[in-house]
């Protein structure tokens, strides 16, 4: 009896439990929850480093429970699964403590944070899963744990997206299944295994396998948003920020992806689909994918909308790499899978809380923010350099080895694919970075400190926490922090004041919000204060940890330690 | 010993964070009570700027008396990272480190004498660390990740430095730039990647040289470097960034564009190029493109009116050389005995010598829009004329060694293009001449009401550029260096390169003398707006229509801005007394880079005014008929259509299975 082999159920079980605990705590049992959810995410974090180790000893790791004749449920930990898991379990965190502060203020708490959890739980599972049946009993309850969180504010919009996700997401579960059980029929039960299993096959299956492998890439599609099937996800765009950052940017794209990748390389095995044929095809049309999204984006006015086009296009990279036969272009993929997901996820938090402050939600309101906030911008650069591809930030390393694993795989047309969508996200992020920094400001913000539920009819109080920017303003204004943003601002505005030097520099100066329908007049105690932060650290702080991290991965990317170490360990195993 | 060469290379980055965590209070207090700026470098100087203009000495120390070949090998960082300071990495850390320092130091002078306000000093004192970091640290790169990342610091905050007058046009210039630099960078990334491939996964430059020169798909890739670190370079017809961004930024911000940053195209050139392979079309292209470049782009400057923009059109002249000498390069076969290494070494001079020149030329323009005292400003005009002279490698000057040098290397390109090119390069020295003595006249013959006289700090750096220039002879003919003969410092030699520049000194006196209105008004005929060729662009892509003249920046930003050096559109004709361009008729002698002048004035900037886009042909992109046809299409797809898509799968699914 290996205590180990239970450690992937307990990886489930640290979201799974809280999030149950979650569902019965009372709406104003902040401290309980929170307690809960930080409970969780630290245990989480715990238990994936004694998995990282275990693995890279070596060990198999393999829970089973049989289901029925012919079905088991079976769990296990192998080095691909530990990436993916690895990335939910850490951003998880980041995102809980994001969420915290944005939602903490707003209705069905409770709900949100227990479907929260249990998405990550579901995440884990399918990161976790040992054979396509318990991956699909996964990834179809992600489906549906998330749905929830879709149309969490419950206005019509959100209720239209997120029937239109329940369609797409349903209706490639549905596929999904069909491939599954064809497959289960051809050869019976069939674990996760590196090379793939099915190369034994005779010829004479050939054709049914192809027919298969298409209706499970396009089942797992459906999530990665490969073009035609990604209409779901801009649409989902109305969701709060956390959901958006950690799941549309990371867990349900990423799990599509994820599934495409096992489907490559575990189910069919990478030389045995490139016998087949199916590659070429595959990486058609996630080259379309990538042009097409950053096309998208380009036009897009919705900062959140053109996130959503840029993550259409960048998840296809991952699905590019698995559809490109090589090595190199497998490490690119796979590594691709954590820099995205970090990558998106600083962008997200940073619109969040452009949205969350200032009531900024178009790109093209962003003028001058840079000087407003410039850290959460600082953030945004890095996030959106990365996405581009510019050196160091860790996007690069990515379309590095997916262009030298193109020429490898002797498809020179995937070099230009990557640089024309190069081209084309610095079309879509430069304007942005170009306003944040370089252009002047000349209206007030549309709003400080909006309510973060538009659509619902909560206010508060002009003098609650909430409008001061949470619990922080009066803490920190105590203790100015020693970094003070580049540019002290002044933008010309009525309710404008200026930092008092005694305390030693706060610049970041709150205006007065005419346009939120809280504060009476142009003079309310948010205006006259002056928050040292630019916005409560437990916004800030993940969107700069996500941002280091993804600069960090850039640089040290030789380095043992570095996301691409442990992609390149993957794909020992897989050739 | 390796630590100090990179702590010696980072220090610019160093004070740039010490720059961006200091909360500077003088910032705030000269934007509160309007202040002047005049005694803020007082007692209470901020760290960060007292440290700044000597940013680059630890570099510089360190290309002088740091042991040769020093090697630091660092795999944890980016994808495995060699430094080494080799023979040209210490050349060109040497050059670029004096010419940061000067620019620098001048800026140190320049910037409180142009009225800048602290705020904005400070900003540009942000992006010129950043620059300058960049720029130093991919000096000893020995491998092709960690060069490129510099390289993008380097070129991105470049873009800071264009724009650092948020006016119309510079911000037209900026766009221009960033949208060339990224442009580059791709290319760039897409040619290092398959080196990366062909060296079977090595990053090493050594590697993947050796890997491209045995490589079967090395013209492929050779067409990607040239072009992406060609636009660095200012290599026709890539160049259109230059006339628009050198004018734009700050002088201080030009000279070292100009002076530096663009050779660290060249730097990837004499890295990872198959020298001596036959490459027989990109190396031909190279010389062509070259010899266009060198006598276009001075044709093309000759009808400027801003000194800059001229300055920069000779960069382009003079880069145009650089691209010839790598074609020949490229061209010759070191299998059939050709000697390579001397062309390399002559690559390596004429860095040097066109990096002191044109660095002291830019700076001397911002120090004749200062009040000079009568003398000073003699003195400053001569230098300048003697900086024009070298650049035409008139004797006794570092031009003269260079030019010798590269004539030396002629033999390189076979019999049927050496007499060619023999006749061509010294008469190459003419237009250059005359390019530089319409420089002298642009120039101001007094200060700019309001400017007060140029510091010592402005002074001593360009003197020191300028000493530089006359020096570098020196140097090479010390010990271990070259015979006199080779450097063309004979009798003979110094009187054959005399000739071209006084041959140019004689038509120019002639055209002044006998003609002066005719040569005017040819020259308004021929007129090219900076960025030529960026505006032929224009004329194919349909932009919306655009104020054709965006309003001169004026001084949104300061009151003592220098509007001239700063207007980037060519003076409206009606300012200068000529007839109106439209009314003058094309003559047949047109030079090839001017044919849209007409139509010009009416396009001119399309890059301007769109807000939000950085660059206006990638909106117009998708208005194709054919691209927009196929993407709304798809496009329609992303309603619930998808959902019926699923459907109708999934029945066939359901059929096949029963």
Known sequence: ?575 | MGMLLVLALFSPLAILIRLLTSGDSTTEEGLEYGQGNRDRHGPNTPTWLAAAPWAPLPALLAALFLPEDLTLDLPWLFLGTLLRLDRTARIFLALTATVWLAAGWYARGYLPATGERPSEERRFWGWFLATMGGNLLLIPCQDMVSFTVFFTVMSLSAYGLVIHHPSAPNRAAGRAYLALAILGEVVAFAGLVWACRLAQGEVTFAAAATALAAGPSRDAVLWLLIAGFGIKLGLVPLHVWLPLAHPAAPTPASAVLSGVIIKTGLLLWLRLFPWGTGALLPGSFLVLAGLTGTFGAALAGLTQTNPKALLAYSSVSQMGFVALAAGLGLRADAGSGAEIEPLLICLGVFTVHHGLTKGALFLGVGLTQTSLSPACRRIVMGGLGLLGASLAGCSLTSGQAAKALLKGSLPLAGAAWQPTLEVLVPLSGVTTMLLLLRFLALLPREGKPGLPAAPLTMLVPWAGLLLGMFLLPVALLGPGGFSPATLGLTVGGLGKAALPPLAALAMAAVARRVAPSIAERLRACLEVPPGDLLHLVGLFVASPPVPARPPTLAAASSDVALPFLNDLSPPSPAHKGVEPIASCPLPTETPQGSQPTLPLSEVSPPRCSIPGTLDPLLPSWGERPVVEWVLAGISRFEGFSTGLLLMVLLAAGLAFLL
């Open chain 1, 1 to 575: 009896m290996n205590w180990y082999k239970w450690l992937p159920v307990l990886m489930i079980a640290s979201s799974a439990g809280p999030a149950i605990a979650i569902f019965f705590l009372a709406e104003e049992s902040h401290g309980w929850r929170t307690l809960w959810n930080m409970l969780g995410a630290v245990l989480k974090i715990v238990l994936m480093g004694v998995l990282f180790y275990e693995v890279h000893l070596g060990r198999e790791i393999a829970f089973h429970v049989p289901l029925m004749p012919g079905l088991t449920f079976k769990l296990h930990a192998d080095s691909l699964s530990l990436l993916f898991a690895g990335l939910s379990t850490v951003l998880w965190f980041l995102t809980t403590i994001y969420a915290i502060g944005y939602l903490e203020h707003s209705p069905h708490r409770s709900r949100f944070f227990g479907f929260f959890s249990l998405c990550v739980s579901t995440t884990i599972g399918i990161a976790m899963a040992g054979n396509l049946i318990t991956l699909l009993i996964f990834y179809e309850f992600l489906s549906l744990t998330t749905w929830p969180l879709v149309v969490h504010r419950g206005n019509p919009t959100s209720i239209a997206a997120g029937n239109r996700y329940l369609v797409y997401t349903l209706g490639g579960g549905a596929l999904l299944l069909l491939g599954v059980v064809w497959l289960q029929t051809l050869v019976g039960e069939i674990d996760f295994v590196a090379r793939g299993g099915l190369s034994a096959l005779e010829a004479g299956t050939h054709n049914d396998l192809r027919l298969i492998f298409t209706m499970l890439v396009l089942g797992f599609g459906v999530k990665a948003a490969l073009v035609p099937l990604h209409g779901w996800l801009p649409g989902a765009m109305v969701a709060p920020a956390p959901v958006s950052a950690l799941l549309h940017a990371v867990a349900v794209v990423k799990a599509g992806a994820f599934g495409i990748v096992r489907v490559v390389y575990d189910i069919f095995g990478i030389e045995f689909c490139e016998r087949l044929g199916v590659l070429e095809p595959l990486a058609g049309l996630a080259a379309l994918t990538i042009l097409f999204g950053s096309w998208r984006a380009l036009t897009q006015d919705d900062l959140k909308r053109r996130l959503a086009y840029s993550t259409v296009s960048q998840v296809s990279y991952i699905v590019l790499g698995a559809a490109v036969f090589g090595p190199k272009a497998t490490i690119g993929g796979i590594v691709h899978l954590v820099h995205q997901g970090l990558m998106k996820i600083t962008l997200f938090f940073c619109a969040g809380n452009f949205a969350e402050e200032l009531g900024l939600h178009r790109v093209s309101e962003l003028d001058g923010v840079g000087r407003r906030m410039p850290w959460t911008m600082a953030a945004f650069t890095v996030g959106a350099l990365g996405m581009i591809g510019v050196p160091p930030v860790a996007g690069f390393v990515s379309k590095w080895y997916l262009g030298w694993g193109a020429l490898e795989a002797g498809m020179p047309w995937v070099i230009a694919v990557l640089a024309l969508s190069s081209l084309l996200n610095a079309g879509y992020f430069l304007p942005i970075l170009y306003a944040g920094w370089f252009a002047e400001r000349t209206s007030p913000w549309p709003a400080t400190h909006g309510a973060p539920f538009p659509g619902t009819s909560i206010h508060f109080p002009p003098d609650s926490p909430a409008n001061m920017g949470g619990p922080s303003a009066t803490e920190t204004c105590a203790n100015p922090p020693a970094k003070l943003p580049r540019e002290p601002l002044m933008p010309p505005t009525r309710g404008k004041h200026r930092a008092s030097h005694e305390a030693g520099a706060p610049t970041a100066i709150v205006f007065g919000s005419e346009g939120s329908p809280s504060v009476p007049g142009g003079l309310s105690p948010a205006s006259t204060s002056t928050a040292a932060w630019e916005i409560s650290p437990l916004l800030l702080a993940p969107p700069l940890v996500t941002a280091g991290l993804s600069l960090l991965a850039g640089i040290f990317a030789g380095s043992s330690f570095s996301p691409l170490y442990w992609a390149r360990f993957i794909m020992m195993g897989e050739y």
